[in-house]
């Protein structure tokens, strides 16, 4: 079992829906989550964090935590075009000590 | 800052030839990470230093794959010999001392293709 496991996709949605990205991970000591958005051909950049159970919102984004259920997911509202990537999991190790990746979920906004 | 510096972006090479990719962290940043990240595999971690130090490197996927990082401001990813298989895109990334709230920064990549 990998230690993150996201859909690949791809995920396809109309521009001004809502995309939703989920996540699971295995590792129930995990106490930190990101959520990295990935453009073709560049690198990784962190767009959320969430360290505890429930619902954070940073402008169209929304993480989501669930840690009973080892769960996290990515709300994304009003999807535009320029949202259109990869997006990445990652859960840092109950030790602390490294990050675990998904493979990432490639979302396509439709205009 | 300027971020997570790696070099070169791009590298193509014949197989067998050695491979040296160089990566300079984040100033204040003490944990350094070598990923690979591939269309099959994602994004698979290599080894990673903490204070300089190798903490893991059971990543690495075989001796012709060596890491060093003689001080906190410069690491470098040696592949001797190439060989096809390992064209992929090597991604640098840096953190403050791990722990919650910790956060990683990659650098810009460097796209390898082993010809």
């Known amino acids: 079992q990998k230690e993150v496991e996201q859909n690949s996709g791809p995920l396809s949605v109309p521009e001004g829906a809502i995309a939703s990205l989920n996540c699971t991970y295995s590792?129930?000591?995990?106490?930190?989550f990101f959520w990295y958005r990935q453009y073709s051909g560049k690198s990784p950049e962190l767009i959320m964090s969430?360290?505890?159970?429930g619902d954070k919102e940073d402008g169209r984004f929304t993480a989501q935590l669930n840690k009973a259920s080892q769960y996290v997911s990515l709300l994304i509202r009003d999807s535009q075009p320029s949202d259109s990537a990869t997006y990445l999991c990652?859960?840092?190790?109950?030790?602390?000590?490294?990050?675990?990746f998904g493979t990432g979920t490639s979302l396509t906004v439709i205009p | 800052d300027a971020g997570v510096i790696q070099s070169p972006r791009h590298e193509v090479t014949e197989m067998g030839q050695e491979v040296t990719l160089r990566c300079k962290p984040i100033?204040?940043?003490?944990?350094l990470f070598w990923y690979r990240q591939t269309m099959m595999r994602g994004l698979e971690l290599l080894i990673y230093?903490?204070?300089?130090?190798?903490?893991?490197d059971s990543g690495m996927p075989e001796d012709r794959f060596s890491a060093k990082m003689p001080n906190a401001s410069f690491s470098t990813l040696k592949i001797q010999p190439s060989e096809p298989r390992d064209s992929a895109v090597y991604f640098c990334?840096?953190?403050?001392?791990?722990?919650?709230?910790?956060?990683?920064?990659f650098g810009q990549g460097t796209r390898l293709t082993v010809v």
């Open positions: 990334a840096s953190s403050r001392p791990l722990g919650w709230g910790t956060e990683a920064f």
């Open positions: 590792d129930r000591g995990s106490q930190s």
């Open positions: 969430i360290y505890s159970n």
């Open positions: 990652a859960v840092l190790s109950n030790t602390g000590n490294q990050f675990y």
């Open positions: 100033s204040g940043h003490n944990s």
């Open positions: 230093f903490n204070n300089n130090v190798p903490i893991d």
